[in-house]
């Protein structure tokens, strides 16, 4: 099942330009994360939020989240080509029957940045 | 890759074939994850393991099966493959609901 689920499913912008990816989910959350997948590897983790935080940067990144709409957004300003992948928030689920936390993760948003 | 390697890199195999991909940490993590990535569905968790010995079925383990007898290999078995189980499997380490850490990736066609 997915929690998380990325808007919009496909991006595309001229460099320099700012991309803007929201991912909703379903369920109260422990944290949000944000990862980022070049083409042919794997994931590589961007940055983490927490329930009791309201945004975070990271570089040229910034992470929003909006815990009563369970709502996140991640803008990446002044994007290069490098920037070229596809962006999965993941959100944490727990399992009462388990005990165990796991990630879930979105099916992503595909960014092209043109040069 | 925070040293994870993942092998085989690639494989094609038959449908009915028996497959183990096999993942290698060097970081001495306690918890290993199995996903497999499929266009529309994103990382969908296989199996996941706590500790040498001690794993867990996660949400799409059917057909699957893991081993781990050492901290640092987790084996993912596909005992009889089939056409469903061509995907991109990742396998990853980390604390459950916290940062993870993703191998390379494994690549597999099943006939």
């Known amino acids: 099942s997915q929690q998380g689920e990325e808007d919009p499913q496909a991006l595309s912008i001229q460099e320099g330009e700012n991309a803007t990816m929201n991912c909703s989910y379903k369920?109260?959350?422990?944290?949000l994360q944000w990862y980022r997948q070049n083409s042919g590897r794997g994931l590589v983790h961007l940055i983490l939020?927490?329930?009791?935080?309201r945004e975070k940067h990271s570089g040229r990144l910034r992470v929003t989240l909006d815990t009563s709409k369970k709502s996140s957004s991640l803008l990446i300003t002044a994007s290069r080509a490098a920037d070229t992948a596809s962006y999965f928030c993941?959100?944490?689920?727990?399992?009462?029957?388990?005990?165990?936390?796991?990630?879930?993760f979105g099916t992503g948003t595909r960014l092209l940045v043109s040069p | 890759d925070a040293g994870i390697t993942q092998s085989p890199r690639h494989k094609v195999t038959e449908t009915g074939t028996p497959v183990t991909l096999r993942c290698h940490q060097t970081?001495?993590?306690?918890?290993m994850y199995w996903y497999r990535q499929d266009p529309g569905h994103g990382l969908r968790l296989i199996h996941y393991?706590?500790?040498?010995?001690?794993?867990d079925k996660g949400e799409v383990s059917d057909g699957y099966s893991v081993s781990r007898s050492k901290t640092e290999d987790f084996l993912l078995t596909l005992e009889s493959a089939t056409s469903s189980q061509t995907s991109v499997y990742f396998c990853?380490?980390?604390?459950?609901?916290?940062?993870?850490?993703f191998g390379p990736g494994t690549r597999l066609l099943v006939l």
């Open positions: 993941a959100t944490d689920s727990f399992s009462l029957n388990t005990g165990f936390q796991k990630l879930v």
């Open positions: 369920t109260s959350i422990n944290n």
């Open positions: 939020i927490r329930s009791n935080e």
């Open positions: 970081e001495n993590h306690r918890y």
């Open positions: 393991s706590y500790g040498v010995k001690d794993t």
């Open positions: 990853a380490t980390g604390r459950g609901g916290e940062t993870q850490y």
